[in-house]
């Protein structure tokens, strides 16, 4: 099992910057990871995914691709979302999750950290 703890949360106004983080316990490079998050009313949604590597591939929502960047590393066992450009409808709760990936989809385990809530006002 591993286990996850997410940072990094904030208030930002539109057109700002956050990064955050996901610090896991121990065989997190046994993991492909990702970020999803849920707005307040919503479902949970994918937002970005890398392989196991710490320079692994990376997957993004059409929503914010070319606005935030997923990465890991693993000597630290850590998972960082850098977000930029950020919007209003970014608003939520962001989750990291460790999981797999079943050819280029990535696919959920039930390991979720507690979150860190986003707040964008415009």
């Known amino acids: 099992q591993v286990q996850l703890a997410e940072s990094g949360g904030g208030p930002v106004q539109a057109g700002g910057s956050l990064r955050l983080s996901c610090a896991a316990s121990d065989r997190f490079s046994l993991y492909a990871m990702a970020w999803f998050r849920q707005a307040p009313g919503k479902e949970r949604e994918f937002v970005a995914a890398?392989?196991?590597?710490?320079?692994?591939?990376?997957y993004y929502s059409d929503s914010v691709r070319g606005r935030f960047t997923i990465s890991r590393d693993n000597a630290k066992n850590t998972l960082y979302l850098q977000m930029n450009s950020l919007k209003p409808e970014d608003t939520a709760a962001y989750y990291c999750?460790?999981?797999?990936?079943?050819?280029?989809?990535?696919?959920?385990?039930?390991?979720w950290g507690k979150g860190t809530l986003v707040t964008v006002s415009s």
């Open positions: 999750n460790a999981g797999g990936m079943i050819g280029d989809r990535y696919a959920s385990q039930d390991y």
């Open positions: 890398i392989t196991w590597r710490s320079e692994g591939t990376t």
